[in-house]
């Protein structure tokens, strides 16, 4: 009774201790220390290496066989199967020559540049809504729902529009929208072949792409005059396909230089804001004007071998989804005149969201198996045949993209766009901060904001030497595009020169849900 008494006595004066004194003179709990992500990290690791893992056991029973013959033995075997042995050899280097002649040739991103406008261009939230009043052109009623746009789009104060539209009246005209857009343009070629050293004259292939500027002769023509590029120039101009025009303009160049051996390749990604602003009163159609802002990008592609050491990214893969044959998805985002003043502008659907979550789910399905490692790919599928053919009632798996990636730059449409995306694909604030920072710093660029998404990553010092970067971008049509690169080495920001670099200390910047604008 009295050994009963004390050993009650001992647990009271245990469970009286500080939870800290408990942890150290108790072993811990198992149950409250494990993480289900560590779990799931070594179960990825283990199901990642299952061949490698399988392979050497069978592999160390091979060496072990061959250490039992003497290289006597093993010369006689050959010396007697002459014939095998040369008609073996002769297959191996003719599909070794077939295999090394007939693969995809690598396609590497030398370097990029974003467009940075100067301060003459800087157009802070209550200068846009001061610009509006101004042109008197806007009802009361288009006004407060312009205001109310700008407190929840998660815009900052510096972001840039072309001095045409600060005029008064605005000027819209044919001669102020080209002067935007050679600014842009040539501004961020320029940089790209100053930080290159690449002459103008050794790119043999030329892809731009603006949706709704497309003036006669093209952009593309502009800057083959400009440069004076030579004349066999593979020159395309891409018109009418909206913000993911940029990763189609990717994939063209990544399939042309697959047959044109030794060449490079420019893209520039661009918008022109001055001739599709709206002066109207269509609410579908104000929300462009509140979003869309100033900005380009330049990007060099090479599938030259010498290219490989100085290059930044390697691209890996593209893939593209269209959703244009649903009316729904092609209506969604569409130039139209309103039915009130027959002025023109690009009117946004209610079901956008809808329409883009149903192209993204489409887009990675088709991603999903490309990249994603076979653990998260296994769990997919069991999960799937679970529901679909078991009836069981679970949710459905949803693959954690962030085994696959180390970056992601995603369309800075709007802020509704990155909440849904981040939810969904279940990524965090870090991943989600250079798209949440470029939307804040510049707006939406149309198709180069993914451009602008990378240089920030760059200018943090985050990309290291195998990341890989998942781009993906979405636009009228309905289009959802990826782009999937591999750095090639680690990016030093002190070595740097992007839009970024004499303000990143600044960021990230908190940004509120909403932001109060008086003007």
């Known amino acids: 009774m009295e050994d009963q008494k004390k050993q009650k006595m001992e647990n009271k004066s245990l469970l009286s201790q500080p939870l800290l004194e408990r942890e150290e003179n108790s072993l811990p709990n198992f149950f409250l220390s494990v993480k289900l992500k560590y779990v799931k990290l070594g179960y990825h690791y283990l199901v990642s290496n299952a061949m490698y893992l399988t392979l050497m056991p069978v592999l160390c029973m091979i060496f072990a066989h061959l250490s039992t013959f003497r290289v006597d033995e093993l010369w006689n075997q050959l010396k007697f199967n002459l014939v095998t042995v040369v008609l073996s050899s002769t297959s191996i280097v003719f599909t070794a020559t077939l295999y090394f002649m007939s693969r995809p040739r690598k396609v590497y991103l030398v370097d990029f540049s974003c467009y940075k406008p100067g301060p003459a261009h800087i157009t802070s939230r209550e200068l846009f ?23 929840k789009s998660g815009f900052g104060e510096m972001t840039y529009a072309p001095k045409g539209l600060m005029h008064d009246p605005p000027d819209q005209s044919m001669a102020e929208s080209w002067r935007e857009s050679e600014m842009v343009m040539f501004g961020a070629i320029d940089d790209l072949l100053a930080k290159t050293g690449v002459k103008p004259r050794d790119i043999g292939i030329l892809v731009v ?54 060449s490079y390749a420019l893209v520039v990604s661009t918008e022109n804001i001055t001739r599709n602003w709206y002066f109207g009163n269509d609410r579908s159609m104000l929300v462009t004007n509140c979003l869309f802002r100033m900005g380009a990008a330049a990007v060099l592609l090479s599938n030259r071998i010498f290219d490989r050491r100085r290059s930044k990214y390697q691209l890996m893969r593209t893939v593209r989804t269209h959703k244009g044959a649903d009316d729904r998805s092609f209506n969604c985002v569409l130039q139209r005149e309103d039915p009130d003043t027959q002025r023109v502008g690009v009117s946004l659907s209610k079901d956008l969201m809808a329409i883009a979550g149903e192209a993204l789910k489409t887009n990675i399905t088709t991603l999903g198996p490309l990249v994603l490692p076979v653990s998260e790919q296994l769990l997919f599928f069991v999960t799937l045949v679970a529901k679909k053919v078991f009836k069981m009632k679970i949710k459905p798996y949803i693959p954690d993209f962030k085994l696959a990636f180390e970056h992601f730059c995603i369309h800075a449409g709007g802020r509704g766009v990155l909440d849904e995306l981040e939810k969904n694909l279940e990524l965090t604030e870090w991943h989600m901060e250079p798209s949440r920072m470029t939307l804040y710093r510049f707006g939406n660029t149309s198709s180069s904001s993914l451009w602008y998404e990378l240089a920030y990553s760059e200018a943090k010092g985050r990309i290291k030497k195998g990341d890989r970067i998942w781009q993906i971008g979405f636009g009228s049509g309905f289009k959802c595009n990826s782009a999937v690169w591999r750095a090639m080495r680690a990016i030093d920001p002190a070595k740097e020169k992007n839009p970024w670099m004499d303000e990143i200390d600044e960021f990230p910047v908190r940004v509120p849900k909403v932001a109060p604008l008086v003007y």
């Open 209 to 262: 792409n603006s949706s709704l500027f497309n003036p006669t002769p093209s952009l593309s023509a502009r800057i083959v005059n400009h440069y004076k590029l030579r004349g066999n120039i593979l020159s395309y101009n891409l018109g009418g396909m909206g913000c993911s025009a940029g990763l189609i303009s990717v994939d063209l160049a990544k399939d042309l230089l697959q047959v044109h051996p030794n």
């Open 129 to 151: 809504m001061q610009l509006s009043a101004a042109s008197e052109f806007f009802t009361e009623q288009s006004l407060a729902f312009q205001k109310k746009i700008l407190e």
